[in-house]
């Protein structure tokens, strides 16, 4: 086993259980359908299990893994889903998990109970070990290392070649299980171009986009930001003005947020498609259902369809 996974099976406070059998290590292994890392097989080899006192925290083994999965419950469903293992559990329904499949396959993620993102921490499980022995040391709480450690992924680090290729092969997917997401972690002030990709892109992804952006120092990043507030800006401006001329009442206007009928629309949720054929009519065609208690969906040619 890797030196940190080693040392950490050895520290006060931690206590591993027996060794799981080869049995149940293949059963969850094929549930993945690809080769899971090799650190974790031998840290399952020599543990089915480990409880971490000084967190009161655990980290999973294959035999409650299996369990779950042999329940059919959604919880097995979802990591097969996703292709990630737990590696460490707070008891708290807040997860570090291992992602087995590529490209993001090996890095270590947090995933937050209430937050169906995935946050990229580690590149490795032997960095993920190695920081959690750092916590141990510092005598870190659960929550602090959670929440507050940023591991590999400083806002404003550069990221290595690695990083920007998996980043790549994310962007090249439809995104629809948050692979973009995920992209913009593994971006960092080289990948312009790739910045200016996801600002284009749906709400939830200029959101994670802007956060990060906003944390990085580079003067060709913050000019990127820059185009785009204004550019968001004027189509805001726009969007007044073609509701109003439409007759609709149009109140209080309050950063991505406009009043329209007594409804709050948030008009970052429309920018990315600015650019459609007809977009400003087809946009008050979807304010008019709003305030109109319709289901703007049911509108033929409505504004999210092409």
Do not use: C
Request: overall charge negative; charged content about 25%; glycine content about 8%.
């Amino acid at each position: 086993m890797s030196g940190p996974l080693n040392e950490l099976l050895s520290r006060g406070g931690v206590v591993p259980g027996a060794p799981a059998p080869q049995p149940v290590i293949d059963a969850v292994s094929g549930r993945f359908g690809v080769a899971l890392p090799d650190p974790l097989l031998r840290l399952w080899a020599a543990a089915d299990g480990v409880t971490l006192d000084a967190l009161n925290a655990h980290v999973p083994g294959p035999t409650e893994l299996l369990a779950a999965f042999e329940k059919g419950n959604s919880w097995g469903d979802y990591l097969v889903e996703h292709g990630i293992v737990p590696v460490l559990d707070d008891h708290q329904s807040n997860y570090l998990v291992v992602v087995v499949r590529d490209p993001l396959a090996p890095r270590v993620v947090l995933l937050p109970h209430d937050d169906n993102t995935f946050w990229v921490r580690y590149r490795t499980l032997d960095g993920f070990a190695a920081a959690l022995l750092q916590a141990f040391d510092a005598g870190e709480s659960a929550d602090r290392f959670f929440f507050e450690t940023v591991g590999d992924y400083a806002p404003d680090a550069p990221r290595p070649s690695v990083d920007h290729e998996a980043a790549r092969a994310l962007l090249a997917t439809a995104g629809a299980n948050g692979e973009w997401n995920y992209a913009i972690q593994l971006l960092d002030a080289t990948n312009l171009a790739e910045w200016e990709r996801v600002l284009e892109t749906d709400h939830f992804v200029r959101r994670d986009a802007v956060a990060r952006m906003r944390g990085m120092s580079s003067p060709e990043v913050q000019a990127l930001l820059s185009r785009d507030r204004r550019a968001f800006a004027a189509f805001a401006r726009e969007v007044v003005k073609a509701a109003r001329a439409a007759g609709l009442p149009v109140g209080e206007h309050a950063d991505d947020v406009l009043n329209v009928g007594g409804k709050w629309m948030n008009l970052d949720t429309f920018f990315h498609r600015r650019n459609i054929p007809d977009a400003l009519p087809r946009l008050v065609a979807w304010f008019e259902d709003i305030v109109a208690g319709r289901d703007p969906h049911d509108r033929p040619g409505h504004y999210m369809t092409d």
